[in-house]
């Protein structure tokens, strides 16, 4: 039973255009919901998070949103860039729980010049 | 300040072998999970813990698995003995507050 979903295995956007990674959720107890980002070979790396008292956390080119009704968040880069290729995990959380991470399946963006 | 580190960062065995693989948390990260990841699919939960505690364990696929952690520092995983679908990427995680976890590089597993 996935409790996280990322439904677009992969994603192409221009460089400078907007990147939008979007992620589902079915557990109404997740209270906390994080990015993550993979390069090949290396260990998944903390991008943003948002907790669920929050619809919307900024940081830099990146800003999360979160539709609790819908049980939806997604993940905006503006502008993207090259450098953001890589594979990118939603996770979600429960922290009145061990604080353990259920992730989805992970979106591969490719940035093209 | 080091991250998260784990060793080996590859291993190759055979089908029935065993191995241990090694994670170095976070200093002062009290919490220490581990994930893995198969096939190229979601990263998976296997176990968490607080300082030498297990505080979960639901994630762990079968009694061929084994982790430690004495004295709430480095924490060990074995696999004894190895199946071919125990192979993926092993994750370790640190965090503090059981927020934002930080994540090694992961050890390769692959058993033939």
């Known amino acids: 039973d996935q409790q996280v979903k990322q439904n677009s295995p992969s994603l192409s956007v221009q460089e400078g255009r907007i990147s939008i990674l979007n992620c589902d959720y079915t557990n109404s107890m997740f209270d906390y919901f994080l990015w993550y980002k993979k390069y090949p070979a290396e260990g998944p790396t903390f991008l943003i998070s948002i907790s669920s008292i929050k619809d919307k956390n900024e940081d830099g080119r990146f800003t999360v949103f979160l539709n609790k009704s819908a049980k939806h968040l997604s993940l905006h880069i503006v502008p993207s860039q090259p450098g953001d290729s890589a594979v990118y995990f939603c996770a979600a959380s429960a922290r009145s729980n061990t604080g353990k991470l259920i992730f989805g399946q992970g979106t591969t963006l490719q940035v093209k010049p | 300040e080091a991250g998260v580190t784990q060793f080996p960062s590859h291993s190759v065995i055979e089908k029935g072998q065993t191995v241990t693989l090694r994670c170095d948390p976070i200093?002062?990260?009290?919490?220490l999970y581990w994930y893995r990841r198969v096939m190229g699919k979601e990263i998976k939960f296997l176990l968490h813990?607080?300082?030498?505690?297990?505080?979960?364990e639901s994630g762990m696929p079968n009694n061929r698995f084994l982790a430690e952690r004495t004295g709430g520092t480095y924490s060990t995983l074995k696999v004894q003995p190895a199946e071919l679908e125990d192979s993926g990427v092993y994750f370790c995680?640190?965090?503090?507050?059981?927020?934002?976890?930080?994540f090694g590089q992961g050890t390769r597993l692959t058993v033939v």
């Open positions: 813990f607080v300082k030498e505690s297990k505080q979960d």
């Open positions: 200093s002062g990260h009290d919490n």
């Open positions: 995680a640190s965090s503090r507050d059981r927020v934002e976890a930080f």
